[in-house]
């Protein structure tokens, strides 16, 4: 009797495995360098103005930390190559950690600085040499899922260590805040020894200067840049610009807009593995906008939970579409320089936008300010239509 093989049944291929040791112990490094580095996002700002200075000197605390890691990460994709993963992790986890201690020993503008610009630095290195190889960990056939995933461990830390260090500083001191920041941060390093050093690469390395260079990751790299503005924007200034009956809402803010994002950052991972990330850029940048517009209502309560909410649902997607589009443009030699383009554009927004909303703040008030900074966001609609039309394209390579 002879078998017809259309008649035989189908076999399912088994997914790869996702979660193994090696994306545990990265794992470990991404919660100990997020914690660090959100514990003190919203603290250090607010300590630099008790000093005077206003809104001036809390913009330059977090543009000094913005400037060393936008540098930093244009730097790390040679440094990996040159000096493996492990060591240039490990020295960005130091980096991150130790010089916060100097915070408790003073209150000088210019030791603040300084401490932020080192840490910007460590935390340059962690992003960049970290994500690289955590895309590297990934089965490519489960990429959109295990960045999602990625997104959860690290959106924890913000969701939970953002408003936590405001609320300690107020309740237990700031030198309380910059000793568990660098601890965690510090104890993350005994993780390092335990992941690859190197991993196998296919298809041709891309520079930063060619990334730049071309439309398909200029493109979304614009987007998500804009909409990083108005992050650096909330997390330096929500605290100095809600008073009076609404400041005890801070924390809660501070807390609805990296869950919301968190959230976002998932459901837009599935989605995109079914239908395409290209079709998510836009409306994160839509909702992205109009959070921050609504933002403009200060003295309400409500309005404010409402806005960051938005905000946070829209910086969600665009984090997740725009990262997963721009690693499907790329072979995997190119995903260092991908990692530093992408964080480059998060830090150089946040680090913008935390400048020039200072500035624009002391001419107009905070609830103009945040009115024009969600409208200045729209310049980034044209890019992110063009996107959508392009698509993802196959992966080269």
Do not use: K
């Amino acid at each position: 009797m002879t078998t017809n093989p259309d008649s035989a049944p189908s076999v399912r291929t088994p997914r790869s495995p996702l979660v193994t040791r090696p994306l545990l112990l990265r794992f470990v490094s991404i919660l100990g360098a997020s914690t660090s580095f959100y514990l003190l996002l919203s603290v250090v700002p607010a300590y630099a103005t008790e000093g005077g200075g206003g809104g001036a000197r809390a913009g330059l605390a977090t543009g000094a930390l913005m400037l060393t890691t936008v540098a930093g990460e244009l730097a790390t994709p040679a440094l990996v190559n040159r000096y493996g993963y492990r060591a240039v992790l490990a020295v960005g986890l130091a980096l991150l950690g130790a010089p916060a201690l100097a915070l408790t020993c003073s209150r000088n503008l210019w030791c603040i600085v300084a401490v932020c610009l080192l840490r910007g630095l460590g935390f340059a290195f962690t992003v960049v040499a970290g994500g690289a190889l955590t895309v590297a960990l990934i089965p490519a056939d489960r990429r959109g899922e295990g960045l999602a995933l990625v997104g959860i461990v690290g959106g924890v830390p913000s969701l939970v260590a953002l408003p936590l260090g405001v609320w300690l500083a107020e309740h237990a001191g700031y030198g309380v805040v910059f000793v568990a920041g660098a601890m965690a941060a510090l104890a993350a390093i005994a993780s390092v020894p335990g992941l690859p050093d190197r991993m196998r690469e296919s298809g041709r390395p891309v520079g930063v200067a060619e990334s730049m260079r071309r439309g398909e990751l200029l493109r979304p790299t614009v987007v998500f840049a804009s909409t990083a503005v108005s992050a650096g924007v909330v997390v330096t200034f929500l605290p100095l610009a809600v008073s009076g009956s609404a400041g005890g809402l801070v924390a809660v803010a501070l807390f609805v807009q990296p869950a919301a994002a968190t959230l976002a950052r998932w459901l837009t991972g599935r989605y995109g593995d079914r239908h395409g990330p290209e079709c998510l850029v836009l409306p994160g940048l839509l909702l992205s906008a109009v959070g921050t517009v609504l933002m403009c209502v200060t003295g309400s309560p409500i309005a404010i939970v409402v806005a960051v909410g938005v905000f946070g649902i829209g910086f969600g997607i665009t984090q997740n579409a725009t990262l997963t589009l721009m690693y499907a443009r790329v072979p995997t030699a190119g995903y260092g320089t991908v990692g530093a383009l992408w964080n480059f554009a998060y830090d150089a927004g946040m680090g913008a936008g935390a400048v020039a909303f200072g500035w624009v703040a002391a001419g107009t008030g905070y609830p103009w300010a945040f009115a024009l900074t969600g409208v200045a966001m729209l310049t980034a609609v044209a890019p992110a239509r063009r996107d959508r039309r392009v698509g993802a394209g196959p992966e080269p390579g």
